[in-house]
């Protein structure tokens, strides 16, 4: 009985952790900045190669993990200041561009570092409930998830970059005659995104087959938990993955991994028809 | 003088092998007048997108048999010309491809598709027109169609070889995993079909949509299951996580599967012991160790040294056109029509690096010499079993009979033809 429901919390957790970690980068650039980013998965793949060949090097995991979050949010901040810093006020321009460097990697990638790489294999063994075994690894990516809640909300609440942010990210104009360098904020923002993008694949690197098409596969989650969430990171994302995940364990559970995928997509329709801000549009509101 | 400078450049570049098509190579050059219209290869085949790691070797399958045919003299003295599209997995440029080729570059055979899916959706294009289209891939089986040449290997040499020794050594009660679409439906059929004469049972089936990399609640339905061993059939890059986070979570399963090892080397992908106890049926695979493959994988080597692995689908790709090749220079002609009458005298054989293969008239498949292969803990592969030559029966037994009439319809094996 217990073995059962530590069953059901473990997934419920794993898949959690799984829209979190896909959503929080892009939960800020697209969340909060509006930046309709089609390259989020490639921040994604950079993280997730980067890690890998700092491991191949021999570069211990959780080291590798970090340089590997900080090679996204290098390339991040770089791509902000030569390309997507033109397109904030033309929102289909930026489509345009993040896609198109998005198939540029990926077919680049291809190019050069081939269609396959051998994995790194999971760190961190297993353990026994009951009749089942799990991954231990994938407690550690669910406390991950909630790590990165946390430093959200400590980053965006409790420093004054995080006000300057919210304050450029709402009024730029007034920010900018308060004295907030909007630029730099923006540059940073955009920097943390890709940062906690190549976070997500760092920490999903070892668990996964390493194509360089992989970031793809973090696509769906990540815009579906950013939608349902709202532009607020900090009281959409999380509720979001909360909803979301009860919804695709249970249909997982009962009906398989195809129920699981259209009954994350029929959320979103029905969130969207009546939450058109999100569940932190709803929430906000609630509150004033 | 340059001519013999010529024969030794060439014989250098290719190896010991192919010192005699350097020679026919330059009679050709020499007799066969080079002004012939070369014979176009249309070539639709993967190199990126999801399953580009597998159609990559495919490609370069087609490309060394295209360079040692033409090196020795082309096919009744004329070149070939291949012509290659990359459809990304997607079967809707499959459709504009197929047409394109067929009908702009108006190429004389049509070959390539990797997915099932992609199979069906150009056979029709293909059946409106009078090309023959090659399929070099092994699948689910069951097309009866007179335009489709199938080389792979099909269930009756697949499962019907691995599904009783799995039941005999390893239990009675299996689990599938299948990629959803009609490869992993109809693979997953044939399972249902053959547990059932073996007296066992499929407790547990599980369909995951292409693109699925996350597996948590899959591993977790097999361990409350418990299976006696499980049927691998999931397809593609993502659904090929689930090894490692299987592998992660404890897992230790007996598997057995039609496309793992010798199609996407997963062995090589995956860090051991992910895929030990992998056991899997195969006509081509690397460790292959015969003086014919061994020959085979030299040249392969000396023309893509940097080959992750000489795959299933490569080695399918690479017989395809020794085989195409062979019934144009019986035939005399490169005619659909023309070509299936060589097929009908149940004469159209070469000699492959696995062995004398056939195509079997009835059913236009492929005869293949088929082996049990199993997965060590260290991931080498070692032979367990070995079945020799098994032709493509089922088709014939079920009333397939292409030298008669064309249904064009892929039967399984609850669809079977109406008597």
């Known amino acids: 009985m217990f073995a059962e429901a530590f069953s059901i919390a473990f997934q419920f957790a794993d898949v959690f952790a799984f829209l979190i970690l896909a959503a929080a980068g892009l939960a800020i650039i697209f969340g909060m900045m509006g930046i309709i980013n089609m390259a989020h998965g490639e921040f994604i793949t950079c993280g997730i190669y980067v890690t890998v060949i700092c491991v191949q090097h021999g570069v211990p995991l959780p080291l590798a993990q970090a340089i590997g979050a900080l090679a996204a949010g290098l390339v991040g901040i770089l791509l902000e200041r030569t390309i997507i810093r033109h397109l904030y006020h033309r929102p289909l321009d930026s489509i345009l561009a993040t896609w198109g460097i998005s198939l540029m990697v990926t077919q680049g990638m291809l190019l050069v570092l081939g269609s396959s790489w051998q994995g790194i294999g999971t760190p961190l063994g297993s353990f026994k409930v009951g009749d089942y075994t799990f991954s231990t690894y994938r407690l550690a990516l669910f406390g991950a998830a909630i790590g990165v809640l946390l430093a959200l909300y400590l980053i965006f609440m409790r420093t004054g970059y995080g006000v300057m942010a919210r304050a450029t990210m709402q009024n730029a104009d007034m920010a900018r005659a308060l004295g907030v360098r909007t630029q730099r904020m923006y540059a940073i923002s955009f920097g943390m995104g890709a940062a906690l993008a190549g976070l997500c694949g760092a920490l999903y690197a070892p668990t996964m087959t390493l194509i360089p098409t992989m970031g793809i596969t973090f696509i769906i989650e990540s815009f579906v938990t950013v939608v349902v969430g709202g532009a607020n990171v900090l009281l959409g994302t999380a509720p979001a993955g909360v909803l979301l995940a009860v919804v695709r364990t249970a249909l997982n559970a009962w009906y398989g991994q195809i129920a699981g995928q259209i009954g994350l997509l029929i959320t979103v329709i029905i969130v969207i028809r009546l939450l058109p801000e999100g569940v932190s549009g709803w929430l906000s509101r609630r509150e004033r | ?419």
């Open chain 2, 1 to 419: 003088m340059t001519k013999s400078g010529r024969r030794t450049g060439l014989g250098a570049r290719l190896g010991g092998a192919a010192a005699a098509a350097s020679l026919a190579f330059a009679l050709a050059t020499t007799t066969a007048s080079a002004q012939q219209p070369p014979i176009k290869i249309g070539l639709l085949e993967d190199v990126s997108g999801d399953i580009a790691l597998m159609g990559k070797p495919k490609l370069n399958g087609s490309l060394l048999a295209a360079e040692e045919i033409n090196n020795a003299g082309g096919i009744m003295g004329r070149k070939i010309e291949l012509i290659h599209l990359d459809p990304q997995m997607d079967n809707a440029r499959y459709q504009e491809f197929a047409r394109r080729l067929l009908q702009r570059d108006k190429v004389d055979v049509l070959i390539g598709g990797i997915t099932s899916a992609s199979r069906e959706a150009i056979r029709p294009i293909v059946n409106r027109t009078d090309v023959p289209y090659f399929y070099t891939n092994q699948y689910e089986g069951g097309v009866c169609d007179a335009s489709t040449i199938s080389i792979g290997a099909v269930p009756e040499q697949q499962f019907s070889t691995l599904i009783p020794w799995m039941t005999e050594t390893f239990g009675k009660r299996v689990y599938t995993i299948a990629a959803d679409y009609n490869f992993g439906q109809l693979s997953a059929e044939w399972t249902r079909d053959l547990m059932k004469k073996q007296g066992g049972q499929v407790i547990g089936e599980e369909f995951i949509p292409l693109g699925v990399s996350q597996f948590g609640q899959t591993i977790q339905n097999i361990q409350k299951a418990n299976p006696d061993w499980i049927m691998a059939l999931n397809v593609g890059a993502s659904q090929d996580s689930f090894f490692e986070q299987a592998a992660a979570a404890k897992l230790a399963y007996p598997m057995g599967s039609s496309i793992k090892i010798m199609l996407g080397f997963e062995h090589k992908r995956f860090p051991p012991p992910a895929l030990a106890k992998m056991h899997a049926t195969a006509n081509w695979f690397e460790e292959i160790d015969t003086p014919a493959a061994n020959d085979f994988k030299k040249r392969w080597r000396a023309k893509f040294p940097n080959e992750a692995y000489i795959n299933d689908m490569g080695y399918n790709a690479y017989t395809a056109l020794y085989m195409y090749k062979m019934l144009v220079e019986k035939a005399k002609s490169t005619k659909k029509a023309d070509l299936r009458k060589v097929i009908a005298t149940g004469e159209a054989c070469i000699e492959a690096p696995e062995g004398r293969i056939c195509i079997d008239p009835k059913s236009q498949h492929t005869s293949h010499h088929m082996r049990l292969i199993g997965v060590n803990p260290d991931h080498s592969v070692r032979v367990i079993k070995d079945f020799g030559l098994i032709k493509p029966y089922w088709l014939g037994e079920i009333g397939c009979d292409l030298t008669k009439s064309d249904p064009k319809t892929q039967y399984t094996p609850t669809n079977l033809p109406k008597k």
